[in-house]
């Protein structure tokens, strides 16, 4: 019992730590933005993603449920076979075949209001890439969040196994109004 509260006070003091350090407009780099999955239910967990560090937008309105569509082909470098389907939701892309700053581009050309880059590495629980823009000079306007591939990779299976096209996700959530002990996060991440 005391190795558990030892645990939870561990994790919220780290939370806080991460929240306490937030300005009130926006997210700015090596900060975290929190989005749930809503649906399917195996994966209705909280997730932590992070914002590229110096391209895209920011997330000024609060979408309770909107649609995470993973693009295909998944690295999104060119034309989407499911670009209908982006159009005014969030698309889950993967990392890998070119630029983060040329994925979220692509997906703004499709009606994406943001976009969501998963590792290419399956097993990558932990360490968060910095997305920066590349040497273009191009510039996009939707917000661009980097996602472990654990989480990428388990929320693509869990659409899989259901057979769903998207899954239904609220972002950004503000964690600091769930009391620690209530948050659901990802049992295969550490916080």
């Known amino acids: 019992l005391a190795a558990l509260g030892a645990a939870m006070l561990r994790r919220s003091l780290w939370l806080c730590l991460c ?18 999955v809503l649906s399917p239910g ?3 967990y909280i997730f932590t993603a992070t ?8 997330f000024n309105t609060r979408y ?3 649609h995470l569509v993973p693009a295909d082909p998944p690295e999104a470098c060119g034309e989407l076979n499911n670009g209908v389907f982006i159009q005014d939701q969030i698309a889950l892309v993967e990392r890998g075949g070119c630029s983060f700053l040329s994925k979220t581009r692509v997906i703004q050309e499709h009606g994406g209001r943001a976009v969501i880059i998963a590792d290419n590495a399956y097993d990558n629980d932990s360490f968060y890439i910095e997305m920066i823009q590349d040497s273009t000079r191009r510039t996009a306007d939707i917000p661009a969040l980097f996602l472990l591939g654990r989480d990428g990779y388990m929320i693509r ?11 239904v ?3 950004p ?3 600091t109004s769930i009391p620690t002990y209530e948050m659901m996060q990802p049992p295969w991440t550490f916080w």
């Open 42 to 44: 195996d994966i209705r």
């Open 169 to 171: 996700i609220s972002i």
């Open 64 to 66: 309770d449920q909107i």
């Open 19 to 36: 929240l306490c350090s937030c300005p009130a407009r926006g997210l700015r780099i090596h900060e975290y933005l929190y989005f749930q």
């Open 51 to 58: 914002p590229a560090k110096d391209f895209g937008g920011v």
């Open 157 to 167: 299976r869990s659409l899989e196994q259901h057979g769903l096209p998207w899954a």
């Open 173 to 175: 959530v503000n964690v």
